[in-house]
């Protein structure tokens, strides 16, 4: 190894580890640089420590622990505050600093088990965790190093430097990052599902952006070919086909590595089957980090975690199921509906087939593994997928590759190690399992937020006022967190804020909690980059505020969970269950002010008045409030004339719900301490109530290029996956009616022909609604795992008795239920073997326990019930005998008059909707 002169080097920071040499541990910061080149930077000198708090004499138990563990390198008495609860001083502890970071975890169970020993803090923290929350380094953000430049084997990167300076800058630009994704097709032994023991890897196909030597695909064969595109390399067999493939994942260098489902089979295949033939005498050489370490992975659970030091793993699986609400979640179907691109198709039936052709077949197979590749590509970067993950680790501080494969609880951790750690504050360690089950039945007496009873109907003219980040807010405004609670003792009542579940807490004249200061810069950052994002003038750069814009959202609106999580390191049921009783308290006296103390707004030239305001002359138009609904954050108020009906769309414009809208949100606002605060979000010219945490609304927001319209629904079926696609766009188009229209008939009639449909579906000829009849459901582990029989189950055992293989554990299942006797999970069926063999359908099932259901949740609060929606053309029923649009109306009206009565009077002065 030899040095150079001094370098000053910038790098966007995507990795960072560390490993041992002779002198102690050396911190390895991986990036890429302005110019575009990879670097490994070194920072040595960095010791791992954690804190110990005894009751013994300091100086005597030092020595104690340097005599009696050779771990320990040296120890120093420090001052820190105690994790949780308002402190007025410091106490004494010990700082014990070891000579590795393995050290820490060799020790600390020990000595926490030492008389005296009242607690061992901050010693489960990673040592690369720790070195960048000690200097409030951030992943994905520009750090600027200046050292000797090194010339060491064993590394995949264009430069390494050994630095001896290294600080954060403020760049925003985001480095040329090297995107690389692959797929393999493996050849399953007569039509079996393959496995790495003995099916092997035939094809690799690899996509590039930016391209690798004017290449955008390459496309490995383990076998030779003639007549292939440019891109395709046919090797010998398949130890040269895999050798070949870590050849070029190492020179073309990527820092993010992506495939569909390549944590959950691609990478486990391929490093199962590299130890195969590498026991078998081949010399695949399967370092991929760019430290050169070898490609792995590790089960966690369900879960597969794949780590490549200096790069980032990226499954787009898992991402795109958290991100969209897909019924299938195969590449195919993801790519049709996400991208409008086709996936080419060859089943694993057809693959030995295909590989042992040397003509036409084979082509079409190769182009089929190559698309599979391009897609996986395509969805990361034409979806942004990554966006949001970079974001949140510039925000929190987190390695992007822990961002990407962990939860919220790490960003927030780290959060609030780099404050607690400013404060002179120490963290505590994470609970065991006991712990955590007892804060979990803890946990059950914690009560969430506010739900008011929703008065059931269609209402016009509804305005939709939220509250702006309501449990951040909440925090900031009282105060709440672990280093405010008060324990058991006296304290002048001027210093304390009383939740009302009877939790103490110090004002923030006296201390201000580290929790509310983290949010309140966090909403800072956010409420500056919105700020940003209307200046924007470039798209890209707009698209980068507006994922970081999120990413501060995602983080404030954490906090709250966290306090209540079982296993976070913080936790406080204090705090947890102050927040929600302040929401609830809220949401109730917003309610009182909405309908006692305003009740009426009052319309005049331009502007809104109260009726302690002004007078009221006979120009003036007068605004009737009510709350016909509320939820933990929103109110809904409800605007109606003075005579009690509903506005025209004449006499309530869009710009008037505003002005009404911000002068209801400034008054309570004005009750609320700061920085809590009501905002006017939009108009609902329609909303239909169902039930609590059940409805629909036809919202318009303002924007600065007016206003824009959206349907919007919560509780409703329109969206979950165990309903088949038929009843989803059934429920869409009914809401259209409903809200855009407000015609219940025109509902009614859409659902009843809808309902024909089915009643009448030809298998075979009607290949629309046939596909929209599918439901799926998640294979989500072995079949003798299920307690119970499930419907997909059956399909699998089936498709595994036909041919040979069974689908993956992850995998959607397709099935519809046949018409036959038994069970219906025994009349589950492949929809494609449906058609193919002409199989009715069981029409009843879908009509009865699919379609009529969630309807009649939207239109049974008109009165209409499920006798009314059943309809068949071919078959006379009693309905259908006085089957006219008037008679229809009658039904209709007098069901609705029916149920009206048992109505109050304030539900019952609806609008003329309801007269038909």
């Given at each position: 190894?030899?040095?150079?002169?001094?370098?000053?080097?910038?790098?966007?920071?995507?990795?960072?580890?560390?490993?041992?040499?002779?002198?102690?541990?050396?911190?390895?910061?991986?990036?890429?640089?302005?110019?575009?080149?990879?670097?490994?930077?070194?920072?040595?000198?960095?010791?791992?420590?954690?804190?110990?708090?005894?009751?013994?004499?300091?100086?005597?138990?030092?020595?104690?622990?340097?005599?009696?563990?050779?771990?320990?390198?040296?120890?120093?008495?420090?001052?820190?505050?105690?994790?949780?609860?308002?402190?007025?001083?410091?106490?004494?502890?010990?700082?014990?600093?070891?000579?590795?970071?393995?050290?820490?975890?060799?020790?600390?169970?020990?000595?926490?088990?030492?008389?005296?020993?009242?607690?061992?803090?901050?010693?489960?923290?990673?040592?690369?965790?720790?070195?960048?929350?000690?200097?409030?380094?951030?992943?994905?953000?520009?750090?600027?190093?200046?050292?000797?430049?090194?010339?060491?084997?064993?590394?995949?990167?264009?430069?390494?430097?050994?630095?001896?300076?290294?600080?954060?800058?403020?760049?925003?630009?985001?480095?040329?990052?090297?995107?690389?994704?692959?797929?393999?097709?493996?050849?399953?032994?007569?039509?079996?599902?393959?496995?790495?023991?003995?099916?092997?890897?035939?094809?690799?196909?690899?996509?590039?952006?930016?391209?690798?030597?004017?290449?955008?695909?390459?496309?490995?064969?383990?076998?030779?070919?003639?007549?292939?595109?440019?891109?395709?390399?046919?090797?010998?067999?398949?130890?040269?086909?895999?050798?070949?493939?870590?050849?070029?994942?190492?020179?073309?260098?990527?820092?993010?590595?992506?495939?569909?489902?390549?944590?959950?089979?691609?990478?486990?295949?391929?490093?199962?089957?590299?130890?195969?033939?590498?026991?078998?005498?081949?010399?695949?050489?399967?370092?991929?980090?760019?430290?050169?370490?070898?490609?792995?992975?590790?089960?966690?659970?369900?879960?597969?975690?794949?780590?490549?030091?200096?790069?980032?793993?990226?499954?787009?699986?898992?991402?795109?199921?958290?991100?969209?609400?897909?019924?299938?979640?195969?590449?195919?179907?993801?790519?049709?509906?996400?991208?409008?691109?086709?996936?080419?198709?060859?089943?694993?039936?057809?693959?030995?087939?295909?590989?042992?052709?040397?003509?036409?077949?084979?082509?079409?197979?190769?182009?089929?593994?190559?698309?599979?590749?391009?897609?996986?590509?395509?969805?990361?970067?034409?979806?942004?997928?990554?966006?949001?993950?970079?974001?949140?680790?510039?925000?929190?501080?987190?390695?992007?590759?822990?961002?990407?494969?962990?939860?919220?609880?790490?960003?927030?951790?780290?959060?609030?190690?780099?404050?607690?750690?400013?404060?002179?504050?120490?963290?505590?360690?994470?609970?065991?399992?006991?712990?955590?089950?007892?804060?979990?039945?803890?946990?059950?007496?914690?009560?969430?937020?506010?739900?008011?009873?929703?008065?059931?109907?269609?209402?016009?003219?509804?305005?939709?006022?939220?509250?702006?980040?309501?449990?951040?807010?909440?925090?900031?405004?009282?105060?709440?967190?672990?280093?405010?609670?008060?324990?058991?003792?006296?304290?002048?009542?001027?210093?304390?804020?009383?939740?009302?579940?009877?939790?103490?807490?110090?004002?923030?004249?006296?201390?201000?909690?580290?929790?509310?200061?983290?949010?309140?810069?966090?909403?800072?950052?956010?409420?500056?980059?919105?700020?940003?994002?209307?200046?924007?003038?470039?798209?890209?750069?707009?698209?980068?505020?507006?994922?970081?814009?999120?990413?501060?959202?995602?983080?404030?609106?954490?906090?709250?969970?966290?306090?209540?999580?079982?296993?976070?390191?913080?936790?406080?049921?204090?705090?947890?269950?102050?927040?929600?009783?302040?929401?609830?308290?809220?949401?109730?006296?917003?309610?009182?002010?909405?309908?006692?103390?305003?009740?009426?707004?009052?319309?005049?030239?331009?502007?809104?008045?109260?009726?302690?305001?002004?007078?009221?002359?006979?120009?003036?138009?007068?605004?009737?409030?009510?709350?016909?609904?509320?939820?933990?954050?929103?109110?809904?108020?409800?605007?109606?004339s003075s005579e009690g009906r509903e506005f025209t769309e004449e006499e309530f414009s869009r710009e008037d719900s505003e002005l009404v809208g911000k002068k209801v949100a400034a008054i309570v606002t004005d009750s609320l301490p700061d920085p809590m605060e009501l905002e006017f979000e939009a108009l609902a010219r329609r909303v239909l109530l169902v039930a609590k945490k059940r409805y629909a609304?036809?919202?318009?927001?303002?924007?600065?290029?007016?206003?824009?319209?959206?349907?919007?629904?919560?509780?409703?079926?329109?969206?979950?996956?165990?309903?088949?696609?038929?009843?989803?766009?059934?429920?869409?188009?009914?809401?259209?009616?409903?809200?855009?229209?407000?015609?219940?008939?025109?509902?009614?009639?859409?659902?009843?022909?809808?309902?024909?449909?089915?009643?009448?579906?030809?298998?075979?000829?009607?290949?629309?609604?046939?596909?929209?009849?599918?439901?799926?459901?998640?294979?989500?582990?072995?079949?003798?795992?299920?307690?119970?029989?499930?419907?997909?189950?059956?399909?699998?055992?089936?498709?595994?008795?036909?041919?040979?293989?069974?689908?993956?554990?992850?995998?959607?299942?397709?099935?519809?239920?046949?018409?036959?006797?038994?069970?219906?999970?025994?009349?589950?069926?492949?929809?494609?073997?449906?058609?193919?063999?002409?199989?009715?359908?069981?029409?009843?099932?879908?009509?009865?326990?699919?379609?009529?259901?969630?309807?009649?949740?939207?239109?049974?609060?008109?009165?209409?019930?499920?006798?009314?929606?059943?309809?068949?053309?071919?078959?006379?029923?009693?309905?259908?005998?006085?089957?006219?649009?008037?008679?229809?109306?009658?039904?209709?009206?007098?069901?609705?008059?029916?149920?009206?009565?048992?109505?109050?009077?304030?539900?019952?002065?609806?609008?003329?909707?309801?007269?038909?």
């Amino acid at each position: 190894m030899s040095r150079t002169s001094i370098e000053d080097r910038r790098f966007q920071l995507i990795d960072a580890d560390y490993f041992r040499q002779d002198s102690g541990p050396v911190i390895r910061l991986f990036g890429r640089t302005e110019e575009g080149k990879s670097i490994c930077c070194h920072v040595p000198g960095i010791e791992p420590y954690f804190y110990v708090n005894t009751e013994n004499d300091l100086e005597l138990f030092s020595h104690e622990l340097q005599d009696s563990f050779s771990q320990v390198k040296r120890v120093e008495v420090v001052q820190r505050f105690e994790p949780v609860g308002y402190q007025k001083t410091m106490k004494p502890m010990l700082k014990v600093f070891t000579h590795e970071p393995g050290n820490v975890p060799e020790i600390r169970d020990d000595i926490a088990n030492m008389n005296g020993v009242k607690a061992v803090y901050e010693a489960d923290i990673l040592f690369r965790t720790r070195y960048l929350i000690d200097n409030d380094f951030h992943g994905m953000r520009w750090l600027q190093g200046k050292g000797k430049k090194i010339n060491l084997s064993g590394y995949a990167c264009d430069e390494i430097l050994e630095l001896s300076e290294v600080e954060e800058t403020d760049r925003k630009a985001p480095s040329d990052l090297r995107y690389f994704a692959f797929d393999i097709e493996c050849l399953p032994e007569d039509g079996n599902m393959p496995t790495p023991d003995r099916s092997p890897v035939i094809m690799v196909s690899m996509s590039f952006n930016p391209v690798f030597k004017g290449k955008e695909t390459i496309v490995l064969m383990a076998k030779p070919a003639d007549g292939m595109d440019d891109d395709v390399e046919a090797c010998a067999d398949e130890p040269t086909l895999l050798k070949r493939f870590f050849e070029i994942l190492r020179e073309y260098d990527p820092d993010i590595v992506t495939g569909y489902n390549c944590n959950g089979f691609d990478v486990p295949y391929i490093v199962d089957r590299v130890k195969v033939l590498n026991n078998s005498g081949h010399n695949i050489d399967s370092a991929v980090g760019r430290d050169r370490r070898y490609l792995s992975y590790r089960k966690i659970g369900t879960q597969t975690m794949v780590s490549i030091p200096g790069r980032v793993v990226v499954d787009a699986l898992p991402i795109i199921r958290q991100q969209f609400s897909l019924k299938r979640y195969t590449l195919r179907n993801v790519s049709q509906e996400l991208l409008g691109r086709e996936k080419l198709d060859v089943s694993a039936g057809e693959m030995e087939e295909h590989w042992n052709d040397d003509g036409e077949k084979l082509r079409k197979f190769v182009d089929y593994a190559r698309r599979d590749s391009e897609l996986a590509l395509e969805l990361v970067l034409e979806l942004k997928l990554l966006d949001k993950y970079i974001a949140l680790s510039q925000v929190s501080g987190t390695i992007i590759q822990d961002v990407v494969s962990g939860g919220q609880t790490n960003m927030v951790e780290q959060l609030l190690l780099t404050e607690f750690g400013k404060q002179g504050r120490v963290m505590s360690s994470k609970p065991d399992d006991r712990t955590s089950a007892d804060r979990r039945r803890l946990n059950e007496n914690l009560k969430g937020g506010a739900v008011l009873e929703p008065k059931k109907g269609l209402h016009e003219n509804v305005l939709v006022l939220d509250y702006k980040s309501l449990y951040p807010t909440i925090i900031m405004a009282h105060n709440l967190c672990y280093t405010t609670v008060l324990e058991d003792g006296e304290y002048n009542d001027g210093d304390v804020i009383s939740s009302p579940t009877g939790a103490r807490f110090v004002k923030p004249n006296i201390y201000k909690g580290i929790v509310p200061a983290v949010l309140e810069n966090l909403l800072d950052q956010r409420s500056e980059t919105k700020r940003q994002m209307k200046k924007a003038t470039d798209d890209n750069e707009y698209r980068v505020l507006d994922a970081t814009q999120l990413a501060l959202k995602i983080l404030l609106n954490s906090f709250y969970g966290y306090s209540g999580y079982a296993r976070a390191r913080l936790y406080s049921l204090e705090m947890a269950g102050s927040v929600t009783a302040i929401g609830r308290e809220n949401i109730s006296r917003t309610e009182k002010i909405v309908c006692d103390k305003i009740g009426t707004v009052i319309l005049r030239d331009g502007q809104a008045f109260l009726k302690d305001e002004v007078s009221i002359t006979p120009t003036d138009r007068l605004v009737d409030l009510s709350v016909v609904y509320g939820d933990t954050d929103s109110v809904f108020v409800h605007c109606m004339s003075s005579e009690g009906r509903e506005f025209t769309e004449e006499e309530f414009s869009r710009e008037d719900s505003e002005l009404v809208g911000k002068k209801v949100a400034a008054i309570v606002t004005d009750s609320l301490p700061d920085p809590m605060e009501l905002e006017f979000e939009a108009l609902a010219r329609r909303v239909l109530l169902v039930a609590k945490k059940r409805y629909a609304q036809w919202l318009f927001e303002p924007a600065p290029q007016g206003w824009k319209d959206k349907i919007k629904v919560k509780g409703l079926e329109t969206v979950r996956r165990d309903w088949c696609e038929l009843t989803s766009h059934m429920l869409n188009q009914v809401l259209e009616y409903v809200l855009k229209e407000g015609d219940i008939q025109k509902a009614v009639e859409h659902v009843r022909k809808t309902v024909d449909r089915v009643r009448n579906v030809d298998v075979q000829h009607d290949a629309e609604i046939m596909d929209e009849l599918v439901l799926t459901k998640t294979f989500s582990k072995s079949p003798s795992s299920y307690k119970n029989r499930q419907p997909h189950l059956t399909v699998v055992e089936k498709l595994e008795r036909r041919t040979g293989i069974r689908p993956t554990i992850g995998e959607r299942i397709p099935f519809v239920i046949i018409a036959g006797k038994g069970l219906f999970v025994e009349r589950a069926e492949d929809p494609e073997y449906v058609k193919e063999n002409n199989i009715p359908l069981d029409v009843d099932y879908y009509i009865q326990k699919q379609m009529l259901p969630p309807v009649e949740r939207i239109l049974g609060v008109f009165g209409v019930d499920i006798a009314t929606l059943d309809h068949d053309s071919k078959q006379k029923g009693l309905f259908d005998f006085t089957n006219t649009p008037e008679a229809s109306d009658n039904f209709i009206t007098k069901n609705h008059e029916r149920e009206d009565k048992s109505q109050p009077d304030a539900s019952r002065n609806q609008s003329s909707l309801f007269d038909f």
